[in-house]
Nanobody, 121 residues
């Protein structure tokens, strides 16, 4: 499956962005989906994951601000990000796992190319 992430950009602190992850090649209904991010000089970390059945998992610091969702009919996963902070600045990646779900990046089989999110103070 090929993944294409988009929707990143420059936003002021307190603003919102919605990232999209469009899949092609195979239907995402057979995959758990995840969003990860990597800030400069830091390791890649989980943002959120959604299982095949729609169960949700979030990095603790992002609960209440970020929402992961999926639309299997559109073969697309989303990450709605609200109340953005400068600390959220990173490259955001979407990924697909053949597992039901995974919160570990090692559990993911396919990765998108990343989209840059920059939050100004």
């Amino acid at each position: 499956v090929q993944l294409q992430a988009c929707g990143g950009g420059l936003v002021q602190a307190g603003g919102s962005l919605r990232l999209s992850c469009a899949a092609s090649g195979r239907t995402i209904s057979n995959y758990g989906m995840g969003w990860f991010r990597q800030a400069p000089g830091k390791e890649r970390e989980l943002v959120a994951a959604i299982s095949r059945g729609g169960s949700l998992y979030y990095q603790e610091s992002m609960k209440g601000r970020f929402t992961i969702s999926r639309d299997n009919g559109k073969n697309t996963a989303y990450l709605q990000m609200n109340s953005l902070e400068p600390e959220d600045t990173a490259v955001y990646y979407c990924a697909a796992t053949r597992l039901i779900v995974s919160t570990d990046e090692g559990g993911y089989d396919y990765w998108g190319q990343g989209t840059q999110v920059t939050v100004s103070s």
